[in-house]
């Protein structure tokens, strides 16, 4: 278990408002007027755009009725997260030199690419050797993750991963902000080489990934999180166990491989 130093976070400028047009005014009163009950006092709009149009907060479902364009919409969301990074990326660089890096970062992003896409599971974002999956069900994430460990583990590189899920907010349509997204990338750099560390998911876990054991993690700006569940894939998770070259070599083989005479 690892101790990590905190970096200090960037200090948050407050944001100018923008000034408002006469149309603009005219069609915040008219809102303001036309939410007043008729009993109370018409307030004037005030400069402050959360003080004029409060934040609407919407179920998450993607079915709630519309509201207005000039409604400042958040979402709160269930979503399920994994993080997923090849161990000792630069080391492996200073080693092997920079085109076997390129091939090993190529591969791995292929790879994610079809695993995910495979399993409706969505890669929000590359995070340079790495990846951060997002799905509305735990499962496939998790098997994502698990099927990613098997795809790389006879080649010259590891990958480890973090999954985590839970209430987040979504910021202008592709950003996802809250704790589960933080617990996530924090288990996948603590996770061993070969391993996924998942937490609060378990009855969740695919009948194919193996949990090792449990551990406690103390992750940075979280603190510790105990019963992490340890997982790992067999050799034997294939369903059908992959060869050693496609089958559609032997009906075509290499020109340059010479038939025997008879």
Not at 86 to 106: N, P, S
Not at 110 to 122: E, I, L, M, S, W
Not at 224 to 247: M, T, Y
Request: glycine share 10%; with cysteine; aromatic share 6%.
């Amino acid at each position: 278990m690892t101790n990590r130093s905190t970096r200090p976070s960037a200090q948050k400028r407050p944001r100018s408002a923008a000034p408002l047009d006469a149309a603009e005014r005219a069609l915040r009163r008219l809102i303001t007027t036309s939410e007043t009950p008729a009993d109370e006092p018409v307030v004037a709009a005030a400069s402050h755009a959360t003080e004029e149009m409060p934040a609407v907060g919407m179920g998450g479902t993607g079915t709630e009725r519309p509201v207005p364009e000039w409604i400042e919409v958040t979402q709160s969301l269930q979503r399920y997260f994994a993080f997923i990074d090849v161990c000792g990326f630069t080391a492996f660089t200073d080693r092997e030199g920079t085109r076997a890096a390129i091939d090993v970062l190529t591969r791995f992003r292929a790879d994610c690419r079809d695993v995910t896409g495979r399993r409706g599971v969505r890669v929000i974002k590359w995070l340079g050797d790495g990846a951060m999956l997002v799905g509305t069900a735990p499962g496939p994430v998790i098997a994502a993750a698990g099927e990613l460990l098997l795809r790389f583990v006879d080649e010259s590189f590891d990958v480890h991963g973090g999954v985590a899920g839970g209430t987040v907010l979504l910021f202008e349509g592709d950003d996802y902000i809250g704790r589960p997204v933080n617990l996530a990338a924090r288990l996948c750099e603590a996770a061993a080489p070969g391993e996924v560390l998942c937490h609060g998911l378990d009855e969740d876990i695919p009948d194919w990934v193996e949990r090792a054991g449990t551990v406690t993690v103390r992750a940075m700006g979280i603190g510790d999180i105990a019963g992490v569940a340890q997982l790992r894939v067999g050799d034997d998770a294939w369903a059908i166990h992959p060869v050693s070259h496609h089958p559609s070599a032997a009906a075509h083989p290499h020109p340059s491989v010479a038939a025997n005479p008879v």
